[in-house]
T-cell receptor, first 108, second 114 residues
C-alpha cells in the first residue's frame, strides 16, 4: 500500500469552479500534514499546513481526519493560476512523505 | 522573503563521475534535507541532517551518497560514482527551529547522467 495515496487526475475544471482533492495516508505515526503545490519542473511550494480542526486560507480549505487517515483540500472559485499539481504530504520529525500528486487544469 | 538557493541549476555528468550539489538553506534554519524527483514520479526523501549529523536516511541514500555542512551556510550532497538512474531533480529543503516539520524547498538541481 502506498504511504500517501492520491488520485493522479487530471482534474479539468472551468474558472470559478470548486474542486476537491482527497488523500489517504497509511503511517499512523505521521505528525504533521501539508498540501504543497508543484508547477511543472519546479520545486514543491507549501500551500498550507493541515490541522484536525480544519483551516482556511482565502479560497483554500484543508481538513484532516486522523481516525480515518484522510486529508482533504477544497479550492473555491478556481483561477487559471491554480493550475498545478497538488501534493498531499505527511511528515515526521525527520522527513516528509509525498503523494504522487493530483494535477489540476483550470480552463476558461 | 528568505529562500533556499541551489547551484548549479543543471548538471550534466558522465556515468561514474562524482558530483557535488550545493544548497544554501534559509539562514536561521537548523534542519536540512535532500529529496529527489525522477521525471514523472513523486518526490522522494533522501536524507535529513541536524546538529551536524544525519537524522534519518532512506534506502536510496546508500554508500554512494554523502552530505556535508562544510561551513555555516552551505549544505552539500555528494554522489561518488553516478549511475544512469541517478538522473533526477534534486531538491534541498530546510526547516526552522520552531517547527522543523514545515520545510521550504529550493528550486532544485537537474542532474543528467549520460
Amino acid at each position: 500500500r502506498k504511504e500517501v495515496e492520491q488520485d493522479p487526475g487530471p482534474f479539468n475544471v472551468p474558472e470559478g469552479a470548486t474542486v476537491a482533492f482527497n488523500c489517504t495516508y497509511s503511517n499512523s505515526a505521521s505528525q504533521s500534514f501539508f498540501w504543497y503545490r508543484q508547477d511543472c519542473r519546479k520545486e514543491p511550494k507549501l500551500l498550507m499546513s493541515v490541522y484536525s480542526s480544519g483551516n482556511e486560507d482565502g479560497r483554500f480549505t484543508a481538513q484532516l481526519n486522523r481516525a480515518s487517515q484522510y486529508i482533504s483540500l477544497l479550492v473555491r472559485d478556481s483561477k487559471l493560476s491554480d493550475s498545478a499539481t497538488y501534493l498531499c504530504v505527511t511528515g515526521t520529525a525527520s522527513k516528509l512523505t509525498f503523494g504522487t500528486g493530483t494535477r489540476l487544469q483550470v480552463t476558461l | 522573503e528568505p529562500e533556499v538557493t541551489q547551484t548549479p541549476s543543471h548538471q550534466v555528468t558522465q556515468m561514474g563521475q562524482e558530483v557535488i550539489l550545493r544548497c544554501v538553506p534559509i539562514s536561521n534554519h537548523l534542519y536540512f534535507y535532500w529529496y529527489r524527483q525522477i521525471l514523472g514520479q513523486k518526490v522522494e526523501f533522501l536524507v535529513s541532517f541536524y546538529n551536524n549529523e544525519i537524522s534519518e536516511k532512506s534506502e536510496i541514500f546508500d554508500d554512494q551518497f554523502s552530505v556535508e555542512r562544510p561551513d555555516g551556510s552551505n549544505f552539500t550532497l555528494k554522489i561518488r560514482s553516478t549511475k544512469l538512474e541517478d538522473s533526477a531533480m534534486y531538491f534541498c529543503a530546510s526547516g526552522g527551529a520552531g517547527n522543523q516539520n514545515t520545510q521550504y524547498f529550493g528550486p532544485g538541481t537537474r542532474l543528467t547522467v549520460l
